[in-house]
């Protein structure tokens, strides 16, 4: 079996390897989707081919809409050439539950693949796209890193200008990354490029009123599915079933693609429902459309207390001691009780429930279901990306709530010191049996190395003053520790971590069995 739009003709076989097709005519849904489209996606990566897509397919299965997707990719021309155009815009799907049960799906709700490139003829097709009037929203999922002034951006900028140009057409801009106020930023690089171009002269002040009105929006949205790396284990079953050309793909980019996605069946899109062009009832698909505040509330339940602090715990940690799967880690009761102990008593009492959501129901779902489960083949390796840039949210928020509050004492956090400390433990790049390792790209690693390399595993004498100029640096822990009155408290769970082999196990240990 191949997963091509030829290789879908032998139904049979693919129902006899247990993986669901298409319910819909899908040279219909193509033309349908060339003639009016209603959705445009910028970043053909994993998350998007397992949520957005396959909730599409949800919705072409149950008669709901009648179009499909679209995507563009402007960072990683590879993604499209190794793996969209080979297998028909096609993707497999491979959702990995709990109880082992692994549910397959054929997702072609994705009926184009173009790219973003200024000098490439598919320009000429995304003008076309961008000066439909059925055309109602335009989504990102590009990393936190794409909001920045780029030739990306700029290509898309170029886009909507364009819309502007076919007589101010109404548009929702949705970025659906997973980082805070995302619509802010995204909005940041529409007013950059438009001060940029009506300063040149390209367009005129109208291009401005028509970003700042309200025919262009930029909600926020808050998204949580953890989609890993292709797993060489979810390869082999659909090989063992018979699907062939399941391998992997590693870019020139480093970017690791495969015909298949592996993912957790657990989601969530929450979504600021502001759409000048109106909308499908993508709800029927399980997005969640309220106002602006609650999306912040539901950001900061997750980003600051109910995951991903717990996962940069695990991330650091695991890394430290020797872990190389986050559910393996929650199968160690000091590791699984930090991280309880983290969510339910350091931060759920800063936590705001949202309403759409309950804090306690997800927070349990995350340490009972979704970390733990041994079928997700996800790494504190790939975690620990990009950590310095994470702290600051994912516990520096909690540090301030308890710093702002009239009942909380921030010297009553233990856990989240020990993670700051456990993160400069970390950044030494040896492990707790004294073994070297190289620890995940992160932006602040080469800056921080004048630092780092002056700790000594088992030397503590010099350690207030080496570490003195990071812990003052709020931009890396949300927050100057000293004047948190959390400085003394890092030096000393540092000191702790420090002393030799294993004192990274036994003070994580001591700590949670006090």
Sequence with gaps: MKLTLEGLKDTSAWENAGVKLPGFDIDDIKKNTYDRPFWIHFGAGNIFRAFQARCVQNLLNSGDIDAGLVCAEGFDYQIIDKINYP????????????????????????????????????MERLKAIFSKESLQM??????????????????????????????????????????????????AMALHFAEKWIAEGKTDSGYMDYITGDKVSFPWTMIDKITPRPDESVMKMLSDKGIEDMAPVITDMNTYVAPFVNAEECEY??????FPNGRPELEKA???????????????????????????????????????????????SDLRTMVEIIGHKEGMPVVTDPGVISPESFLSDVLNERIPNPFMPDTPQRIATDTSQKLPIRFGETVKRYIESDTLNVNDLKLIPLVYAGWIRYLMGIDDNGNEFTPSSDPMLESLKPITSKLQLGNNTDNASVLETLLHDSSIWGVDLFDAGLAETVLTNFALLNEGKGSIRNTIHNFVTK
């Design 87 to 122: 297998y028909d815009n096609l993707s497999l799907v491979a959702t990995l539950k709990g109880s082992g049960d692994i549910n397959l799906d054929v997702v072609a709700s994705v009926t184009e693949s173009l790219k973003l490139d200024a000098n490439h003829i598919d």
């Design 269 to 274: 899109l929450v979504i600021e429902d502001s």
């Design 286 to 332: 399980g997005f969640i459309f309220t106002d602006r505040e609650t999306v912040d509330k539901v950001e900061r339940m997750k980003v600051c207390t109910c995951l991903n602090p717990l996962h940069t715990c695990l991330a650091i940690y695991g890394c430290l001691l020797g872990f190389t799967k986050i559910s393996e880690e929650m199968k160690d």
């Design 138 to 187: 335009v989504t990102f999922t590009i990393t936190e890193k794409g909001y920045a002034p780029s030739k990306y951006m700029e290509n898309v900028m170029s886009l909507l200008l364009h819309r502007y140009n076919q007589g101010a057409l109404p548009i929702a801009m949705v970025s659906m990354d997973n980082c805070s106020h995302n619509g802010d930023k995204l909005k």
